[in-house]
């Protein structure tokens, strides 16, 4: 469990981009932060590995407050995927997954036996061990990115945007292969996005933040939906529009469903057992 | 080109390749000092350079060094230091100054190769919990080694050619040669003497000009269009791209 408690970050050059956060993200699920550009997401998740330190407040894993965990100790036993990869250019994606075991003393060869084994969970093939990764797509450079996040098998995994800048499609697969990973390896996830739908896609918890990272409304997605707590929250997600305000039409006495742009969405049918 | 086939004749000259002042010690004596200059600079230069390209303080340092120091008159600053320090410190004091000719190109390079890094790479590197050491050795020296290796690279041509004023402090090495040959108008000796030197040139240029090249990653160099399954397994086989500077 991550805590975060009237936790406010205030940058050298006096731009307040937290304040006064608090903050549950419960152990084995997914927290998003979603919100603008400059909301202070990225603040919020790299307070977590003490990329960046908190200026007031507590924050706690399980009970001990990173302030007392050296930051070297603290980050090699959390997993960070950026929305660049962040890999190195000049190792190959064997020895970029390797990378923090290796720096924990794990002999060579188990530790690219493990890397290998990575490669398989999120859907590289160990042909491209070998490559450098210029040699790869933007989807495969972040699935080796999701590789080495996972390379020390941690608790907690930060996830930045880490789909941000491939293209739809590839970031709808790569979405769908997270909720699978997520469902095999129950890691305590925080995923930073500026996107509404990957949000309720990915969150058990999602969190809407306005800027400063204030907290604009959190909860399970349809909760949001459901109540959005304010207007800005009802604009943000688009309550009121396009796909998610859905109509019922009657079509010879079958009810269909038409979203907020006039296109067929779906039919209406009994809800089964969920 | 008579004058030419004369200092030719004067460097084939068997006489020439022998004794106290033969060529051979000439050239020993050049290299020696261009050696000792380049390591005393490389040891002040490089750590400065990696410190201020790592912690990004100083930055302004280094690029006034690199600037200023780049314009010194090297013969008014030889003929300085010998006055100052006097007769019984020629040596130090010449190799003090080709040091202080070579420490702005090395400095450049070496503050200049970590600059260029990405900062997202570094910053990766960071939060995977890589120590500042960690960092500094195992990213920011093997990619900013090419720059580094271009920095020695002028640094080592401007010292091998300024370490013929040596020979005004009567200190030998190839300008000796050059320096007796004007004054005897012996031009086959100044001439040969003088080729002599530009070998030398071309020779640590052609000899860096490699290492430059292969000094870049091979990660780096590999474009997308490279496989690296199907180049030989060496591990800077690949040399089909050039190297970035
Ligand atoms: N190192 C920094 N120094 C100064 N201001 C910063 C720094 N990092 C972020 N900020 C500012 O803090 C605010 C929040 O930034 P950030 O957390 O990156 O937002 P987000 O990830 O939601 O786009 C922005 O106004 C940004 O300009
Ligand atoms: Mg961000």
């Given amino acids: 469990m991550i805590e975060f408690r009237s936790v406010s970050k205030r940058f050298d050059d006096g731009t307040l981009a937290v304040d006064d956060f608090s903050l549950v993200m419960p152990s084995r699920q997914t927290t998003v932060l979603v919100g603008s550009s400059g909301s202070g997401k990225t603040t919020l998740l790299r307070m977590i590995n003490r990329m960046v330190d908190a200026t007031s407040g507590e924050l706690e894993i399980d009970g001990e407050n990173v302030s007392t965990i050296e930051p070297v100790q603290l980050r090699r036993r959390i997993g960070y995927v950026m929305q660049n990869s962040g890999l190195l250019p000049h190792r190959r994606v064997i020895d970029n997954i390797a990378t923090v075991p290796r720096l924990n003393g794990v002999p060579k060869k188990q530790a690219h036996e493990r890397a290998l084994e990575l490669m398989d969970t999120v859907g590289l093939d160990r042909d491209m061990a070998e490559r450098y990764p210029s040699q790869l797509s933007g989807g495969q450079q972040q699935r080796v990115g999701v590789a080495r996040g996972l390379a020390v098998d941690p608790n907690i995994l930060l996830m930045d945007e880490p789909f941000g800048a491939v293209d739809p499609i590839v970031r709808a697969d790569l979405q769908q292969e997270l909720l699978r990973l997520q469902r095999e390896l129950d890691k305590t996830v925080v995923f930073v996005t500026h996107d509404i739908d990957e949000a309720f896609l990915l969150g058990d918890q999602v969190v809407i933040l306005e800027k400063g990272g204030r907290i604009a409304q959190k909860g399970t997605p349809a909760e949001i939906l459901a109540h959005p707590a304010s207007d800005f929250v009802a604009s943000f997600i688009g309550a009121d529009r396009g796909k998610r305000a859905l109509s019922i039409q009657t079509i010879d006495g079958a009810q269909v469903l038409v979203d907020g742009d006039g296109n067929l969405a779906g039919r209406l049918v009994e809800a089964g057992p969920a | ?245």
């Fill in chain 2, 1 to 245: 080109m008579n004058l030419f086939v004369d200092a030719w004749l004067w460097l084939v000259d068997p006489v020439n390749w022998q004794g106290s002042g033969s060529i051979p010690v000439r050239i020993g004596e050049h290299l020696f000092y261009t050696g000792l200059a380049m390591l005393g600079a490389a040891l002040v230069a490089i750590p400065l350079g990696w410190l201020i390209g790592h912690t990004g303080r100083g930055r302004e340092l280094a690029v006034g060094i690199s600037g200023a120091a780049r314009a010194l008159p090297t013969f008014g600053l030889l003929f300085l230091f010998v006055m100052l320090i006097g007769v019984t410190l020629r040596g130090p004091s010449t190799v003090f100054v080709l040091m202080l000719l070579a420490i702005p190109p090395i400095l450049a390079g070496a503050y200049a190769g970590l600059e260029v890094i990405d900062r997202r790479t570094i910053d990766a590197a960071r939060s995977m919990g890589m120590t500042e050491w960690q960092i500094l050795w195992k990213v920011e020296v093997p990619l900013g080694l090419p720059l580094l290796i271009g920095g020695l690279r002028s640094a080592t041509l401007q010292v091998v050619a300024t370490v013929t004023l040596a020979a005004y402090v009567n200190l030998g090495g190839l300008g000796y040669d050059i320096v007796q040959g004007i004054q005897l108008r012996s031009y086959d000796q100044m001439l040969g003497a003088a080729i002599l030197v530009i070998l030398l040139a071309l020779l640590f240029d052609a000899l860096f000009a490699v290492l430059e090249r292969y000094a870049v990653p091979r990660g780096v160099r590999a474009g997308r269009d490279t496989d690296v399954r199907t180049t030989p397994t060496g591990r800077r086989a690949t040399a089909e791209l050039t190297a970035t500077t």
